[in-house]
């Protein structure tokens, strides 16, 4: 966040990626559905629903939807086979595939930076994403 808000990051400002698929969630529903991470682990059923009906997939009755949550949950998802031995390369880089899984629960931020450092990166947050009406 300290490389972005000085515009050092390769990858631009992590808000401005934020707000521009927000704003056009907004102007095209149908095209684009903003998710956040934190709405999914709250009511992954909620929001397993959604994302078929956006995709044009709804669920029929019984228990699909029970089970499509269950095949994709982080669990199932880190313990499948290719993702903890297989490898991809990337700008020359080799990367195991288990460096994309982590725990996989809301505020594990708080194992890596202090309250300091936390409050300070919501002050930045806040800044930049609540004028145009986002929350976070």
Request: charged share 30%.
């Amino acid at each position: 966040v300290v490389l972005q808000r000085l515009n050092l990051s390769s990858h631009g400002p992590y808000w401005e990626h934020i707000l521009g698929y927000w704003e056009a969630s907004i102007r095209r529903p149908e095209k684009i559905l903003f998710l956040k991470y934190e709405d999914l682990v709250e009511d992954t059923q909620l929001w397993v629903k959604k994302l078929a009906e956006f995709f044009g997939c709804p669920f029929s009755a019984g228990g699909e939807r029970e089970g499509v949550v269950k095949e994709c949950s982080f669990e199932s998802l880190r313990d499948l086979e290719v993702n903890k031995s297989g490898k991809h390369e990337k700008r020359g880089r080799v990367i195991e595939n288990s460096a994309y899984f982590r725990k996989g629960v809301v505020g594990d931020w708080r194992n890596y930076l202090s309250d300091e450092m936390g409050k300070k990166i919501d002050v930045i947050m806040e800044e930049k994403l609540m004028g145009p009406g986002f929350t976070f």
